[in-house]
């Protein structure tokens, strides 16, 4: 069955980098898109940014552009989201999600989700 | 401070029909396609309607969607204690080059 497993999640402090990972299993990994959406604790979803199928077009919120890049590896069916310069406001659960649509380049409807990855940013 | 606006909480007696509503702009509701989510405590969202009112297999028909204008409908009948969730919308903004979700709408089920 269609499995999407998040990792990488931890304590960190403000200022510091640190890499989620989002091992896919299940379906044809170089046909859809796929997204990382966060969940602060307490508060409502948050898209965070999207990628398409083929890694072509990759897409940020303005909370995180310029900060966070998410990329793909099809030879390990695994989404990633480095994360850099982190603050106490990206703080959350960490979720990565698939597209339900295939060959798309702006992927919009998160369809499946994994369990999510904690992220704590303190000092 | 979402894009999309959600009413925080609705309620209504077991058995009824409740609705939730989810409102944007031209840039977002106004010209793309509306989901929604389902999320319980401690769990990830699961998706109830795409397309702004197909549901995924799976999903009752208990489950429904619209859409007019700028705005968005998620409609539950048959209401159960099992619906009590926190319910997101969600859609793509053109503007931002973005998704966006509502700020959540706490369901209670009297």
């Known amino acids: 069955q269609v499995q999407l497993v998040e990792s990488g999640g931890g304590v960190v402090q403000p200022g510091r980098s640190l890499r989620l990972s989002c091992a896919v299993s299940?379906?044809?990994?170089?046909?859809?898109?796929l997204h990382w959406v966060r969940q602060a604790p307490g508060k409502g979803l948050e898209w965070v940014a999207s990628?398409?199928?083929?890694?072509?077009?990759?897409y940020y919120a303005d909370s995180v552009r310029g900060r966070f890049t998410i990329s793909r590896d099809r030879s390990k069916n695994t989404l990633f989201l480095q994360m850099s310069s982190l603050s106490s406001e990206d703080t959350a659960v960490y979720y990565c999600?698939?597209?339900?649509?295939?060959?798309?380049?702006?992927?919009?409807?998160?369809?499946?989700w994994g369990q999510g990855t904690l992220v704590t940013v303190t000092s | 401070q979402s894009v999309l606006t959600q009413p925080p909480s609705v309620s209504a007696a077991a058995g009824q029909k409740v609705t939730i509503s989810c409102s944007g702009s031209s840039t977002n509701i106004g010209n793309n396609l509306v989901s929604w989510y389902q999320q319980f405590p401690g769990t990830a969202p699961k998706l109830l309607i795409y397309d702004n009112n197909k549901r995924p297999s799976g999903i009752p028909d208990r489950f429904s969607g619209s859409k007019s204008g700028t705005s968005a409908t998620l409609g539950i009948a048959g209401l159960q204690t099992g619906d009590e969730a926190d319910y997101y919308c969600g859609t793509w903004d053109t503007s931002l080059s973005a998704g966006v979700f509502g700020g959540g709408t706490k369901l209670t089920v009297l």
């Open positions: 299940g379906f044809t990994f170089s046909a859809y898109g």
């Open positions: 990628i398409s199928y083929d890694g072509s077009d990759k």
């Open positions: 999600a698939r597209d339900i649509l295939t060959i798309v380049l702006i992927p919009a409807t998160p369809e499946i």
